[in-house]
């Protein structure tokens, strides 16, 4: 990734590998399961299924195995679960807390602000900010820097649009939905991006939003859309 603070980019993916924490343990878990209880129901009939004493012994060492293990995965997805309350939450503070820190880690990016106070949404203030930043960080990616983007935030009758407006083409696809699956499949130049991609699409998803990208002209957009929290009293 060019352009971008290379110290500020680790930050950036650990983050985002934190984010993906439970869609990791899930992928582990589910073929986990399989394996546990296949072995429960062989080792309960070995006298049917299993007819020497190796046999017996190597599978109660994979029963074992999978056991330490899936103690392992449920506690690895129970970490992730703590401070995440959704509260109400100014938009424009998300995005001038993003436009901070480009300042300095994405000197090749200039960021125009055009975002005034709309209603508020109900979020995780540290999660959307890192949501957020993930998104300008993969534009940057997957545009030719410099460039330029404008930060733009607008309500709707239901929802808030955070939009990035920039003067160069994108790739649309890697905004698309990203699951952790794609990540492994892909090669280790694209590994990262879509890591990222995928905590962003995570976040969205947690938030009850939308992502959407595109081309237009020589230049692009991208639209994050987050429902607006409940007005009070109602």
């Known amino acids: 990734m060019r352009g971008i603070d290379p110290e500020f980019l680790e930050v950036i993916r650990t983050a985002s590998l934190g984010i993906l924490v439970p869609e990791i343990a899930h992928e582990i878990g589910n073929p986990l399961f399989a394996v ?22 190597q599978l109660t060492s994979i029963h074992t195995s999978a056991l330490r293990t899936s103690i392992f995965v449920r506690a690895l997805a ?11 939450i100014q938009a424009e503070d998300i995005c001038e807390a ?20 709309t209603p508020q949404i109900l979020g995780v203030s540290v999660r959307l900010r890192q949501a957020l930043l993930n998104l300008v960080v993969l534009y940057a990616h997957t545009v030719q820097l410099p460039a330029s ?15 990035i407006s920039g003067d160069r083409q994108l790739e649309p ?5 990203v699951h952790i699956r794609d990540v492994v499949a892909a090669s280790a130049e694209r590994q990262w991006a879509l890591v990222i991609a ?3 699409h995570r976040v969205v998803k947690e938030h009850g939003g939308t992502l959407r990208a595109s081309n237009s002209g020589t230049g692009s957009s991208v639209v994050l859309e987050l429902p607006r929290a409940p007005e009070q009293g109602s």
């Open 36 to 57: 546990q209880g296949m072995s429960e129901l062989l080792l309960a009939n070995q006298e049917t299924h299993l007819k020497t004493e190796r046999a017996k012994t």
């Open 78 to 88: 129970g970490l992730s679960k703590g401070g995440n309350r959704q509260q109400p």
């Open 98 to 117: 993003t436009t901070v820190v480009l300042a300095q880690a994405v000197p090749g990016l200039s960021c125009s602000k055009a975002y005034g106070k």
């Open 149 to 163: 983007i404008v930060l733009e935030t607008v309500a709707t009758a239901a929802s808030v649009r955070v939009t």
């Open 173 to 177: 696809a890697i905004f698309e939905g």
């Open 198 to 200: 995928a905590a962003i």
